[in-house]
Nanobody
């Protein structure tokens, strides 16, 4: 059974940093692309960052240079290091597969709140 468990969110002031973690289970982790997504109130869920099995990465323009996605295949875990946080980064952050998300397997997400 596919499952994603996110953690690491919190409340910070603008300019602060957070590191999110997501443990994945149910599919061989090392061979799949993984992604971090976020959903702000009243908005659709969007891809923030993606990491492929070989380690290459993609980022949304809004987070380039501030966020870094990484993965530890031995721990079935994907991370999102978020620096220079802005109020517009406030959202619930989710992880899922990075190419075709498993739409029936979204986790509970982790809330990130950035105050100005």
């Amino acid at each position: 059974q596919v499952q994603f468990v996110e953690s690491g969110g919190g409340s910070v002031q603008a300019g602060g940093s957070l590191r999110l973690s997501c443990v994945s289970s149910g599919r061989p982790f090392s061979i799949v692309a993984m992604g971090w997504y976020r959903q702000a109130p009243g908005k659709q869920r969007d891809l923030v960052a993606r990491i492929f099995s070989g380690g290459s990465t993609n980022y949304a323009d809004s987070v380039k240079g501030r966020f870094t996605i990484s993965r530890d295949n031995a721990k079935n875990t994907v991370y999102l290091q978020m620096n220079s946080l802005k109020p517009e980064d406030t959202a619930v952050y989710y992880c899922n597969y990075g190419i075709t998300p498993a739409d029936d397997c979204w986790g509970q997400g982790t809330q990130v709140s950035v105050s100005s």
